[in-house]
């Protein structure tokens, strides 16, 4: 019977899923290291491993992992084994000789009593054998869930840009997670279900658990519990207008968070109620530029402007932190995936958005922001690479917004001639080259601040800048070549 949430949270994993547990049994199953279980069961999973020594090994162990001893200083094999189910331990391997002939009797009794995992290490495994297998049954683990994200990404995206977006979406989430998604009201009634029936205790558990979230403004994201035999999960969507993504499934992968909080980000966008005809065109364009789309080729469903570009990165680490974003500033046009090649390429982990540029661009809690100038609908590329830029200056500077300063002085000049003339004086210099100049420049020549701003050390962005004064032979000191150099790098 379901009773409330296992646990209502406000933060859940990031972008990126967890390295998933390895069962026991899969180390079991590996020839060459020869494991042998003697008590509990195989099923258990393993997060990590650690090797110990200690007659008292709890203040050093955190839970989830396969404790490995020789039993040097094991004297009460009973008292040891309830130290380590106290510690939460997952399993314990016991290594024979050089200490032990054979696993003590006592320690099975043990393990056996309080169904701790026992495991024989036999004389030819070293422990550091055992250790390196793990770690790569949880590298492979880590690689077939990311492979796992990644496919369910593109499907929702696609899922977003075909005509009936919403109950595609929820197609592609249940079908990807195996279970049943459904869009709850503020009131609690299903708007849009998809995936396979569920029983009614878990249905209703389900909705239950959505109404724990609700319209209240700085209520929690997220939260979740079980119901009917079902893993349950519900998810506040962006907008305000308190509809909530409800997720029943029979199990819970790593990275179930980060396909669910996708999802978050594509319904907020699309199923909020009160907007009109012209919004469910632009979120149809918007989609149309997440897949690749030429923003010439969408202008005309976007508007003509002008439009406003702010990159951001931070958040509270929910997968669904870019929705709450794009609500506070009061657009729906938000991309939280990736963005153009190039010098100003999208990093990992930022978020853009598409505001009018009537619309305030303000300083909110957890984000740096950068923001462009105005631009139309043909422009939002230069758009794009300006609050790229921006949102450099403001990490490198310890800003919570930094806006796109325009040319002023630089504006009186023909802009062809000063394009021609920058073209010329910077020919010498590739890219990485000019791109370093340009962030050392706008941080007043700081090497700490640009290697920040670049992600880069230091030391490079030093070896970087002698390069371009060589290149330049111009001496980088002088405050009229910087201003020259700083016109040309504009233009």
Request: proline residues 9%; charged residues 20%.
């Given at each position: 019977m379901y009773e409330g949430p296992t646990s209502v949270t406000t933060q859940e994993p990031g972008s990126t899923p967890p390295a998933p547990p390895v069962p026991l049994a899969a180390l079991l199953a590996r020839p060459d290291l020869g494991l042998r279980l003697l008590a509990g069961s195989e099923d258990v999973p393993l997060h990590w491993v650690h090797t110990s020594e200690m007659a008292d090994p709890y203040p050093y162990l955190l839970g989830g992992e396969l404790l490995m001893t020789a039993g040097v200083q094991l004297a009460d094999p009973a008292h040891y084994v309830e130290r380590v189910v106290e510690a939460g331990a997952a399993a314990l391997a016991f290594g024979v000789t050089p200490v032990y002939d054979t696993v003590p009797p006592e320690l099975v009794a043990a393990c056996a009593r309080h169904g701790l995992p026992l495991v024989e290490v036999p004389p030819r495994t070293p422990f550091t054998a055992v250790a390196r297998a793990l770690w790569r049954l949880m590298a492979e683990a880590r690689l077939h869930e990311l492979r796992r994200v990644t496919e369910a990404q593109q499907s929702l995206a696609a899922a977003a840009a075909r005509p009936a977006p919403v109950p595609a979406v929820l197609g592609a989430l249940a079908s990807r997670l195996g279970g049943r998604a459904v869009l709850f009201a503020a009131d609690g009634t299903e708007s849009a279900a998809a995936g396979r029936e569920v029983p009614a205790e878990a249905a209703r558990a389900l909705r239950d658990l959505a109404g724990v979230l609700g319209p209240r403004p700085g209520g929690p994201a997220s939260a979740s519990g079980d119901g009917g035999g079902l893993r349950l999960a519900a998810y506040a969507l962006g907008g305000g207008d308190g509809l909530t993504l409800g997720v029943a499934t029979e199990r819970r992968g790593p990275g179930d968070h980060t396909i669910a909080g996708v999802a978050v980000v594509l319904l907020s966008l699309l199923a909020a109620p009160h907007r009109g005809a012209d919004a469910t065109v632009r979120d149809g364009a918007l989609v149309?530029?997440?897949?690749?789309?030429?923003?010439?080729?969408?202008?005309?469903?976007?508007?003509?402007?002008?439009?406003?570009?702010?990159?951001?990165?931070?958040?509270?680490?929910?997968?669904?932190?870019?929705?709450?974003?794009?609500?506070?500033?009061?657009?729906?046009?938000?991309?939280?995936?990736?963005?153009?090649?190039?010098?100003?390429?999208?990093?990992?982990?930022?978020?853009?958005?598409?505001?009018?540029?009537?619309?305030?661009?303000?300083?909110?809690?957890?984000?740096?922001?950068?923001?462009?100038?105005?631009?139309?609908?043909?422009?939002?590329?230069?758009?794009?690479?300006?609050?790229?830029?921006?949102?450099?200056?403001?990490?490198?500077?310890?800003?919570?917004?930094?806006?796109?300063?325009?040319?002023?002085?630089?504006?009186?000049?023909?802009?062809?001639?000063?394009?021609?003339?920058?073209?010329?004086?910077?020919?010498?210099?590739?890219?990485?080259?000019?791109?370093?100049?340009?962030?050392?420049l706008s941080l007043h020549g700081s090497w700490d601040r640009t290697a920040v701003a670049l992600g880069v050390h230091r030391n490079t962005v030093r070896q970087r800048i002698t390069r371009a004064a060589a290149l330049l032979d111009r001496d980088l000191d002088d405050p009229d070549v910087r201003m020259e150099l700083w016109f040309a790098l504009r233009q």
């Open positions: 149309r530029l997440l897949l690749g789309a030429a923003p010439t080729e969408v202008a005309d469903a976007l508007g003509t402007g002008p439009w406003t570009v702010v990159h951001a990165r931070g958040g509270d680490g929910t997968p669904f932190a870019a929705a709450s974003l794009a609500a506070a500033l009061g657009t729906p046009l938000v991309d939280a995936g990736t963005g153009p090649a190039g010098p100003d390429a999208v990093r990992p982990g930022t978020v853009r958005l598409l505001l009018p540029s009537s619309a305030p661009v303000t300083a909110q809690q957890g984000w740096t922001l950068g923001a462009s100038a105005p631009v139309t609908a043909p422009e939002l590329a230069a758009g794009d690479a300006q609050a790229a830029r921006a949102l450099r200056r403001a990490e490198a500077s310890r800003a919570v917004l930094v806006r796109h300063r325009p040319n002023g002085f630089a504006a009186l000049v023909d802009r062809d001639e000063a394009a021609a003339y920058a073209r010329d004086l910077l020919a010498p210099l590739g890219e990485p080259l000019t791109e370093t100049l340009r962030a050392w």
